[in-house]
Each structure stands twice: as C-alpha cells, then as structure tokens.
C-alpha cells in the first residue's frame, strides 16, 4: 500500500491535474511530485520506469 502522501499525489491526476498543478496544491516541489509518481509506477510495474520517463504528468 503506497504511503497517505503518495496517494494524495497519485488522486490528483485523476482530477485533471498536471505535475505544477499538484505541487502547488499540495505544497510539494515539482521534483516532489515525479518521485511520487516514479515510485508508484514502480509499485505498480514491479520495474523502473522505461527510458525517456521524467514522472512528469503530461497532456
């Protein structure tokens, strides 16, 4: 189970949120937000990210 602030990033994209979005929504920085989202596509893939992969929730 990801830790309570990892979820409270990994909610926002849900919600249409972008990387500079969820910092600003929960006062982390952009760098905060790729490694929540870096460490739960890791969890969840069971592997690192694939070549090129920044963390950075795009549109």
Do not use: C, Y
């Not at 979820?7 to 910092?23: C, S």
């Not at 600003?24 to 969890?43: N, P, Q, R, Y």
Request: charged share 20%; net charge negative; proline share 5%.
């Amino acid at each position: 189970m990801a830790p309570a602030r990892e979820r409270e990033v990994l909610a926002l994209p849900a919600q249409g949120r972008f990387n500079a979005g969820i910092a600003t929504a929960l006062t982390l920085g952009d760098s905060a937000v790729g490694k929540h989202i870096d460490h739960a596509t890791v969890e969840t893939h069971g592997s690192e990210p694939s070549v090129g992969w920044d963390g950075r929730v795009m549109h």
